[in-house]
C-alpha cells in the first residue's frame, strides 16, 4: 500500500517535506500519495510543477474527507496562527499529524492538541527536531552519559547575529514573521524550537526553571515603519535544569539574537567538574572539542564528525515521524516531549514580562 502524506499549505516548506517523502518512502513516485490543500491557486500550480504526481486541493476539508487508513500522515506547512485549528481538524479526520513550529500560539493550545491526540490514539508531532540524531551531537551525548565531565555545573547556550531578522534581512517579503499575533514572537519563537529540543536531547530534564528572562527589539535605521513590527530580535534567560543524572540542577546560560549592537558570536559549551565539550548544533562545522585536565595541565581533543546520516536537517521531521507512525525506532518529537519544549520557549516569554520564575515540569 502507497504511503499517503497529505500536505497543508503548498510553499517552501511543504515543498521540503514532499522531497523527503519521494526520497525515503518513494522508489518510484507511484509508490507515495501525495497530496496538497492551498487556497493559493498559484502556489498550487508551482508546486504541481516540481511534483507533477501530487493530487492539489484548494480546500484542506476536501482533502482530507476520504476514510483514513492507519499510516496516513498530515504535515502542516501554514503560518503559527492557523497551527491549532488545522492541527486540530486533521486529528479528528483519523490521521496522525506533524505541525511545523513553532508548534502554537500559547501553552493552552499545546496541551489541548496533546491530549486529543493521546484520547484519538493518535501521534501529534513537531518539527523542532531537524538537528536532533546529528552524529556530532550523538558524540557530545555520549561523552556527557560516560562521566568524563564529571558533575555537570554549566551550560553555555548562545547564538548572536547582528543582523538576520526574518521578514526584514531574511525573507523581507514574508512580513508576517513581524506580527506576533500571525507568528506568535520573533527570534526565540522562530529558533527556540531547535535551541530547546537540542538542549533536552542532552540534559533529558524533569523539569525547567526559568530564573529571568529577557526579550528585546533593538532599534535599527532598517525597522520597517508600514506594517505592524512588535516580535524581538534578542531573547535570553538564565535557566536552571533538573537534568538526567545529575545530583544537582544544571544552570544553562541562554541568548538567541537576529539583531544585536553587540559582538556577534556562537558558543555551545558544557562544562563539567571533570572537563568541557564544545561544539555546533547547527551549521558551525562539525567539530566536538573535548578539554580536560592531564597532569595539571589542561588537554584537549578535537574529533571531526561529519554528518553521515542518510537523511538532511530538512529531511529529519518528516522522516522521524513516518519512522514511527510505521511503528520504528526513531528520534521523533512527539506528544508530550513536544509540548514540554514549548513551554520551555514560553517560559522565558512569561519570565520576561513578569519578572518571575517560571518553572515547567515534564509529564
Known sequence: MATRIYLIGAGFIARTHAEAAYKFYGETPTDIELKV??????ALASFVEQFPHAVTFS?????????????DVVVVCTPPFTHFELSSYALKSGRHVLCEKPLVMNASEADELSKLAKDLGKLFGDCSDRFIGLPKTEQVKAIVASGQLGEIYKVSFIHRD???RAGIEYQPESRWFLNSKLCGGGILTDWGPYDFTVLADILKPSAVDVLGGWISKPVTGADPQDVVYDVE???????????????????VQYERSSCTHGEAYSLVEIEGTLGAVKFSPYFGGDAVVHRFDEQGSVAEK?????NDNAYGFMDAPLYFFVERVLGRDSAALLNEDAVFNFKCIQAVYESAASGNIQS???G
Do not use: F
Open 37 to 42: 490543500a492551498d487556497p493559493n491557486p498559484k
Open 59 to 71: 480546500d484542506m476539508k476536501d482533502m482530507l474527507a476520504e476514510e483514513a487508513q492507519e499510516h
Open 162 to 164: 547582528q543582523r538576520g
Open 233 to 251: 530580535h534578542n531573547s535570553g534567560a538564565l535557566m536552571r535544569y533538573h537534568a538526567q543524572g545529575q545530583d544537582r540542577p544544571v544552570l
Open 302 to 306: 578535537e574529533t571531526q564528525v561529519p
Open 360 to 362: 515547567v515540569k515534564r
